[in-house]
């Protein structure tokens, strides 16, 4: 049990476009996502968390703005990086966790994005 | 504020040798503490935790750590390594009443056939 997937597994995109990565927990209901980015040999950066129905908490420095969260079903949360830059290419992992599940965090197998 | 520290950036085993992989937190309450495998170009794999209980947890694929709060460490061990066990590792904490966990800067492990 306990399974989160991430469409697409990749994406490449031309410079100033946008793009849409979805996290779905398959097996339960997730009050709860978060958002990381991981950088090549480096630990997760946690972006935002998500809760069910509301706004997403970004972390310092991370641009609202830029990435846009929205959290509208117990089972879906997705990732929009609008217009995005060649600095912005990098590997983005969700995680999903609930009550139901003992607070543990379990997580998707990760979006490999790059911006050409 | 929690933290957690991993002191090693790679630990080399030979096959079929213990492994240890080293962890050590700092958090204001009681801490949730967790293990996390990755492997290439995936996900982060759920290992094992530990909340309240047993100060040894025993998690997935043989892999076991054991909580100690006087030394504020959490050491990932298994007593007979496998080449599949080749993977960066994680550990992280969450303090209780916090939805976040921090992660630790991840030990490569290479098991050596």
């Known amino acids: 049990g306990a399974v989160v997937s991430q469409h697409p597994s990749w994406v490449i995109c031309k410079s100033g476009t946008s793009v849409k990565i979805e996290c779905r927990s398959l097996d339960f209901q997730a009050t709860t996502m978060f958002w990381y980015r991981q950088f090549p040999k480096q630990s997760l950066m946690l972006m935002a968390t998500s809760n069910e129905g509301s706004k997403a908490t970004y972390e310092q420095g991370v641009e609202k703005d830029k990435f846009l969260i929205n959290h509208a079903s117990l089972t879906l949360s997705t990732l929009t990086v609008t217009s995005a830059h060649p600095e912005d290419s990098s590997f983005y992992i969700c995680?999903?966790?609930?009550?139901?599940?003992?607070?543990?965090?379990?997580f998707g197998p990760g979006t490999r994005l790059t911006v050409l | 504020a929690q933290s957690v520290a991993q002191p090693e950036d790679q630990v080399n085993v030979a096959e079929g040798n213990p492994l240890t992989v080293k962890c050590t937190y700092s958090?204001?309450?009681?801490?949730?503490l967790f293990w996390y495998v990755q492997y290439p170009n995936r996900g982060l794999q759920f290992l094992l935790k530990y909340i309240t209980g047993d100060n040894l947890v025993k998690g997935s694929y043989g892999f076991e750590a054991e909580f100690n709060k006087s030394q504020t460490s959490f050491h990932l061990k298994k007593p007979s390594a496998l080449v599949s066990d080749s993977a960066l590792y994680f550990c992280a904490v969450r303090d209780v009443g916090d939805d976040k966990i921090i992660f630790g800067k991840g030990t490569r492990l290479h098991i050596l056939p």
């Open positions: 995680s999903a966790t609930s009550r139901a599940i003992a607070d543990t965090q379990y």
């Open positions: 958090v204001s309450g009681n801490p949730y």
